[in-house]
């Protein structure tokens, strides 16, 4: 609980602590926030690795620093990462293949993010890429799904590219041309907490279906 409860306020501050790093690291910001970025959607043992808010926060600072972060380099470095990010968990996906769903119980993975990321699959298709670029835990499980499910490469780049372009572009220039106005600036954790609350919302909506769908056939 304590873990969760740091984690959260670090994501809710997550604009004072970038302040803080842009001022100690300088340039190496980028390198930094490009590392999270690719491990966010890369890897499937870091899904709790602020995405949204971070990227809404870089935005905002980019826009207050007089592009200190210049906003133009971090759209597209950070789009190449979230892309390559995706493309390593498809391979990755791929490679192991289905004996990860074989694991009712795993320190390495949660079954239960597979098995929501798969049924996003079977309602949505490909266009799941695009959609679960904007939902925390999803989006880094949805790649590595396409590939233990096989997905055509070409097809999964496709999707991967345009919903990498549109995550990225969204909640960065959104924070860019929003972030500092005052209303927002003055009440930024709050901001941040509504950013995930609602990308949390489809995941909560889908899960509360499933329970009442099973509990109507039992």
Known sequence: MDTI????????????HLIFILGFM????????F????????????????????????????????NTLNVQWLFLLLCIASIAGNSVNYLI???LGTKVFQQEKSWFFNKQHLIRAHNFYQRYGGKTLIIARFIPIIRTFAPFVAGIGQMNYRYFTFYNVIGGILWIGALLYTG?????IPLVKNNFSTVILLIIIVSLLPAIVGL????SQKKWTN
């Open 5 to 16: 409860q740091s984690l959260l306020s670090y994501i809710l501050h997550i604009d004072e």
């Open 26 to 33: 300088g340039a190496w910001t980028y390198a930094l926030l």
């Open 35 to 66: 590392l999270i970025i690719f491990s966010e959607t890369g890897l499937v043992i870091v899904p709790f690795l602020p995405g949204d808010s971070l990227l809404f926060a870089c935005g905002t600072i980019a826009a207050a620093t007089n």
């Open 93 to 95: 996906g791929r490679w």
């Open 176 to 180: 860019y041309f929003f972030g500092n």
């Open 208 to 211: 509360i279906k499933t329970k």
